[in-house]
């Protein structure tokens, strides 16, 4: 059974920085995409970053270019979300996708990840 497990919420002031990690337990296909979403309270879950694990090409939300970094291991299977310069509004639930067939057409589809992990909670307080 394939798992993501997440690790590194926490709560941060705004402007400060936090690192998450996510772990795949095992690789699914040679071409896989590792990524991030968020989901404020009471909002839809939206794509925030994904990088595809053999490439290590990387897409990102316009909201988050310049102050969040998607990174690999792909020898671990896990991925790291750097996040830089945390603003209030980055206060979500972030969960971790995996994907066999994202495409860098569908990567901000949240319906083309096939696994995803638990969810990790990221505070900002201002």
């Known amino acids: 059974q394939v798992q993501l497990v997440e690790s590194g919420g926490g709560l941060v002031q705004a402007g400060g920085s936090l690192r998450l990690s996510c772990t795949l337990s095992?690789?699914?296909?040679?071409?896989?995409?590792m990524g991030w979403f968020r989901q404020a309270p009471g909002k839809e879950r939206g794509f925030v970053t994904t990088?595809?694990?053999?490439?290590?090409?990387?897409y990102y939300a316009d909201s988050v270019k310049g102050r969040f970094t998607i990174s690999r291991d792909s020898a671990k299977n896990t991925v790291y979300l750097h996040m830089n310069s945390l603003k209030t509004e980055g206060r979500a639930g972030y969960y971790c996708?995996?994907?066999?067939?994202?495409?860098?057409?569908?990567?901000?589809?949240?319906?083309?990840?096939?696994?995803w992990g638990q969810g990790t909670q990221v505070t900002v307080s201002s």
């Open positions: 990088i595809i694990m053999s490439f290590g090409i990387s």
């Open positions: 996708a995996a994907g066999d067939h994202v495409t860098p057409s569908t990567v901000r589809s949240s319906d083309r990840y096939d696994y």
């Open positions: 095992r690789p699914t296909f040679s071409n896989y995409a």
